[in-house]
């Protein structure tokens, strides 16, 4: 879990660098097997949210960790970046809303401060 915490705080300040929008963190190891966290975050366009996955990926990959799948990166509404202890959501506005997935998995634990890691 300690790998996975690095990656969250590395992620997070890579979709912070690049303007990543109301970035949440959510902790999903007590109710799923998927993975320890979620990290969902928006962009204005295709071009910043795809940006923002690509600077996921550079940030992530100079620490070492390699990203097992991107899917959607073409269209760049919702690019998905399999960690997987740590699954990144970077969406466009109006897809991150249609999805919602912050109320589906509401069972998780949303982390407000990267400090309680």
């Not at 366009?45 to 996921?56: E, I």
């Not at 992530?60 to 990203?67: E, F, H, R, T, V």
């Not at 799948?69 to 399999?82: C, F, H, P, S, V």
């Amino acid at each position: 879990m300690n790998d996975s915490k690095e990656m969250v705080r590395l992620a997070v300040s890579a979709l912070e660098d690049k303007k990543g929008e109301d970035i949440k963190v959510i902790d999903i190891h007590d109710v799923s097997v998927l993975a320890d966290y979620f990290i969902i975050a928006d962009g204005s366009n295709a071009s910043q949210v795809q940006a923002m996955a690509d600077n996921v990926e550079e940030v992530l990959g100079k620490a070492g960790y390699i990203c097992r799948q991107i899917e959607g990166y073409q269209n760049a509404g919702w690019i998905l970046m399999d960690y997987g202890d740590v699954i990144i959501h970077a969406f466009s506005r109006d897809d991150r809303l249609f999805y919602d997935l912050e109320r589906i998995w509401r069972d998780g634990k949303t982390i407000v401060d990267l400090s309680e890691l």
